[in-house]
């Protein structure tokens, strides 16, 4: 199984940005549907944004489109989630997630991911 370690997470005040970074081991990273995903206190994980294994599709949440942007680099085997205007509702713990199995499809639904990092918190401050 791949693994996944997020970095890049920290305190920004609204308006602010941030880089959040994914790197995954193995071999084969440039076959995986890659994904962001965010869980803030009491609340349940939820979607972010989604790209296909060659970089060229992109799928993203309503509540982030258009000031944030998921990119890879499979020479690196690394993914990006480019953050810009968060705001205090974005504070979550985000977390990167990989579908490496034979069938992908590039959305938001989680149980079609199979492997997880261990987050990256994220904190906006108003």
């Known amino acids: 199984q791949v693994q996944l370690v997020e970095s890049g997470g920290g305190l920004v005040q609204a308006g602010g940005s941030l880089r959040l970074s994914c790197a995954a081991s193995?071999?084969?990273?440039?076959?995986?549907?890659m994904g962001w995903f965010r869980q803030a206190p009491g609340k349940e994980r939820e979607f972010v944004a989604a790209?296909?294994?060659?970089?060229?599709?992109?799928y993203y949440a309503d509540s982030v489109k258009g000031r944030f942007s998921i990119s890879r680099d499979n020479a690196k085997n690394t993914m990006y989630l480019q953050m810009n205007s968060l705001q205090p509702e974005d504070t979550a713990v985000y977390y990167c997630?990989?579908?490496?199995?034979?069938?992908?499809?590039?959305?938001?639904?989680?149980?079609?991911?199979?492997?997880w990092g261990q987050g990256t918190q994220v904190t906006v401050s108003s």
């Open positions: 790209i296909s294994s060659n970089g060229l599709s992109t």
């Open positions: 193995g071999r084969t990273f440039s076959s995986y549907v």
């Open positions: 997630a990989a579908q490496t199995g034979p069938l992908k499809t590039i959305g938001g639904l989680r149980r079609s991911y199979d492997s």
